[in-house]
C-alpha cells in the first residue's frame, strides 16, 4: 500500500534541537511528516519542487519554510539543474518552549508563528535575507547555550518580520482555527460540518444575526477573505486530502466535497493550486515509497 512515510528524526530527548547542514546534488528523500517543528532552508534550489500538504509550488534560488503540527512535505528535483544544493534543516520539539513560557506578551509573534505553521509557512526573499547571515552562523557554533540563543534570535527575526505566508489550507492540515471572534469561529464551524452540502449566505447571516450585506463585509473584515472563497478554499481542502490519503475517483471527490459540476472543480482547483487534480496526485504518488 502507498503512504506517507513517518519520519524518526535523529532529534535526541536531551537535546534543544538537531541541525544538519549539508550540500548535496539533487533531492531524493519522499514526501513524509513527523512530530517535530522542522525550519528548513534551501540555496541553489531554482526549479525544484516543494510540497507542503496540499501546496505545490516551483521554487527560485532560496526556499525557506516552518512545519509543524506533523503536515505532510518534501522536495523533488523536478527542473532543479543544480549540482551545489546546500540545505540547512533544524528540527526542535513541539515542547521546547512550553505553553506557559510561549504565553508570554514577549514571545507573542513567535507563538503566533509556530501556530500558522501548521499549515507550513514559507518567508519572503526578503525574510530569508534577514536571517541568511544567522543561519549561517548558527551552523558553525557549537552545540551549547550560545547556539540555543542563536535559533531563538533567528525564530525572533521571522516571527517579528511577519513576512510569511501559509501553505497548505487548514482543512487539508486538519486544523481548527483559532484567534477568531465567535461570530467568525461560528460560521467557520458551520462551513466545516456542512462543507459538501449547498452553503448559502442567508443561512450563514441568520447565524450570527446579521444581515447577508452587513455579514459579508464582516466575514471580509475580518478574514480577509469573501465567504465564497472561504468555502471554496475548506471544500478544495478536504478533496486534496481525499486525493492524497485514497483512490477515489475525481468525479466522486468533486461531487462528495460540495461542487456540483467537475469541469468547474477541475478549473478551480488548477487556479488555486497550480495543477489539475489528476496531476496533483500524480506529484503525491511520485514522491511515495512502498511499505
Known amino acids: 500500500m502507498n503512504k506517507i ?4 528524526t535523529p532529534l535526541s530527548e536531551k537535546d534543544c534541537f538537531y541541525l544538519i547542514d549539508r550540500y548535496k546534488d539533487r ?6 511528516r513527523h512530530a517535530e517543528y522542522e525550519l528548513n532552508f534551501v540555496s541553489n534550489c531554482d526549479g525544484a519542487r516543494r510540497v507542503v500538504g496540499d501546496s505545490i509550488e516551483t521554487l527560485g534560488h532560496y526556499d525557506l519554510v516552518l512545519i509543524g503540527n506533523g503536515i505532510e512535505h518534501g522536495w523533488e528535483q523536478h527542473e532543479c539543474t543544480s549540482d551545489k544544493i546546500r540545505e540547512i534543516t533544524i528540527q526542535f520539539s513541539p515542547d521546547l518552549f512550553g ?11 513567535i ?3 509556530l501556530e500558522n505553521s501548521s499549515n507550513g509557512i514559507a518567508f ?19 552545540s551549547g547555550f550560545y547556539r540555543m540563543l542563536e535559533l531563538m534570535s533567528i525564530l525572533h527575526e521571522l516571527a517579528e518580520d511577519g513576512h510569511y505566508r501559509r501553505l497548505s489550507s487548514s482543512s487539508f492540515a486538519s486544523m481548527k482555527p483559532v484567534g477568531d471572534s465567535r461570530r467568525v469561529r461560528k460560521v467557520k464551524d458551520y462551513i466545516n460540518a456542512h462543507y459538501k452540502e449547498d452553503i448559502r449566505l442567508n443561512d450563514l447571516a441568520d447565524l450570527v444575526g446579521m444581515t447577508p450585506t452587513a455579514f459579508s463585509r464582516f466575514f471580509k473584515l475580518r ?15 478536504h478533496a486534496t486530502r481525499q486525493l492524497v490519503d485514497s483512490t477515489t475517483s475525481v468525479s466522486e471527490i468533486c461531487y462528495g466535497c460540495g461542487f ?9 482547483f488548477k487556479k488555486k493550486k497550480g495543477n489539475s487534480p489528476k496531476v496533483f496526485r500524480e506529484i503525491y504518488q511520485h514522491h511515495k515509497v512502498l511499505v
Do not use: W
Open 99 to 109: 505553553e506557559t513560557f510561549l504565553a508570554k506578551t514577549q514571545l507573542s509573534s
Open 223 to 237: 478574514t480577509g477573505r469573501s465567504i465564497s472563497d472561504y468555502v471554496i478554499d475548506i471544500r478544495l481542502g
Open 124 to 142: 519572503t526573499c526578503e525574510g530569508i535575507m534577514r536571517v541568511f547571515n544567522k543561519l549561517d552562523t548558527l551552523t558553525k557554533i557549537e
Open 5 to 8: 512515510i513517518t519520519e524518526i
Open 260 to 268: 456540483n459540476n467537475v469541469s468547474n472543480f477541475n478549473r478551480i
Open 111 to 113: 507563538r503566533r508563528m
Open 27 to 32: 533531492f531524493t528523500y519522499p514526501v513524509h
